[in-house]
């Protein structure tokens, strides 16, 4: 979220923020309503001053003026708590609407509306020249025995997976290869749950507004989260991080759950887009400097590529434009590889920068050199997600016979070339 000094102090930088993120949000109501919180605190602590000052004044009034003064107080009393429950429910109004106010975008965002404004920034690796007809990662799987699509869906219902034999194991590799790269750079890696409150939901700004794409648990109050970002970013909620441990670096490793709600008819075919998947995610919380910020988004993006570049998956990185990076987000890049059974690429990646305005809802601050507390600034990225990741790989690197040759850094692990 904003804070409500800003949106007073820069009205029409948040107004078309609004409009380039297509937020339904009456920004004039928003600022009506803080203009009404501010007179009833002052009415309150105006009354609260005026009884404060009868109290101190009583016991030196003349006799004859106590009754009066007596009543007055009492009826300030009763003042005090009329508009203390009034100035509670329009802050509780105020707040609710504070949450739906989205970041500014970074200026050098595309503007439009959706997807289709995105900006190619760049393509990186050299697409496959097949001498033989390639197979997508459905026939791949069924030819090789790999998983039991239709039986798991008998179980389950559809967008669901179960993988056998080689390919069960080169998921775990993967996962477990990415991890130890992150923690050559420092990254310190948490197994987190999927399992999490409602505020951790809205600390993210994932909530509200977006709880049809989450699995509730009712009997627990609880929720199944799609990325362990909701996690990482309540962990030092309510925390003030001193400046020499900063930046904290996660590396979140976790199940994750997506209900896919409104994305019907869309990469429903195997493995692209399931309701249940493995996602090694990277998060920094750092000072709330935007040179630092922009630093860590580099990096970010950069240990994603360099575990593509080694997989050896042609991609494309994207700059995301307003309407697409979602709320939150100062800036997004998205990374897309390439699936030659589709002949285009497909998003596997996302590096987002928040600057302060997850902070602000997860309450997550740090203490400067000068004593002063501030508002972290956070980033988060996918550094590998499964069973998505799959698709490129199996494809891009698939052999006449249905074989998959596997990339160089997989073969330890993997106990040969192939799977």
């Not at 106590?66 to 203390?84: D, H, N, V, Y």
């Not at 429910?89 to 959706?114: H, M, S, T, Y």
């Not at 990482?232 to 979140?252: C, M, N, V």
């Amino acid at each position: 979220m904003l804070s409500v000094q800003f949106i007073r102090e820069n009205p029409d930088a948040v107004r078309q923020a609004v409009a380039q993120k297509n937020v339904t949000l009456d920004l004039d109501a928003l600022l009506a309503l803080d203009g009404e919180v501010r007179a009833l605190k002052t009415r309150v602590d105006g009354l609260r001053a005026e009884r404060n000052a009868i109290s101190d004044g009583f016991k030196n009034a003349a006799p004859e003026e106590r009754p009066a003064l007596g009543a007055r107080a009492k009826s300030i009393g009763a003042e005090i708590g009329g508009a203390e429950a009034a100035l509670g429910a329009k802050q509780e109004a105020l707040d609710a609407l504070l949450l739906r106010v989205p970041n500014i975008p970074w200026e050098g965002a595309p503007v439009g509306p959706d997807e289709s404004y995105n900006i190619v920034v760049r393509k990186e690796g050299t697409i496959p020249s097949f001498d033989f007809e390639p197979l997508d990662h459905v026939a791949l799987v069924e030819k090789n025995d790999w998983a039991d699509l239709a039986r798991i869906a008998q179980v389950a219902g559809a967008r669901q997976y179960c993988l056998k034999g080689r390919l069960a194991l080169l998921e775990q590799a993967l996962m477990f290869w990415a991890q130890q790269r992150l923690a050559a750079v420092n990254f310190t890696l948490m197994t987190v749950p999927a399992l999490a409150r409602r505020d951790a939901f809205q600390a993210t700004g994932h909530f509200p507004g977006h709880e049809e794409e989450a699995y509730r648990i009712p009997a627990d109050d609880l929720y199944l989260a799609g990325t362990g970002e909701i996690a990482l970013t309540s962990l030092h909620s309510g925390e003030i991080i001193e400046a020499d441990k900063l930046p904290i670096l996660y590396a979140g490793y976790s199940p994750c759950f997506r209900r896919e709600a409104g994305s019907a008819g869309r990469d429903v075919r195997g493995l692209l887009r399931v309701h249940q998947f493995l996602k090694l995610e990277q998060y920094v919380i750092c000072r709330d400097d935007e040179e630092e910020s922009a630093r860590w988004h580099r990096r970010l993006l950069g240990n994603a590529e360099a575990m593509l570049e080694a997989l050896e998956i042609p991609y494309q990185v994207i700059e995301a434009s307003t309407g697409d990076m979602g709320n939150g987000k100062f800036r997004m890049n998205d990374i897309e590889a390439w699936v030659p059974s589709l002949g285009k690429y497909r998003e596997t990646h996302s590096c987002s920068t928040l600057h302060d305005w997850q902070a602000r809802r997860a309450n997550l601050r740090w203490r400067d050199e000068e004593r002063k507390v501030r508002f972290v600034h956070t980033l988060n990225n996918t550094a590998l997600a499964s069973p998505r990741i799959l698709v490129p790989l199996l494809e891009n690197h698939q052999q006449a016979e249905g074989r998959v040759k596997l990339p160089e850094p997989l073969r330890a692990l993997m106990g040969g070339d192939y799977l």
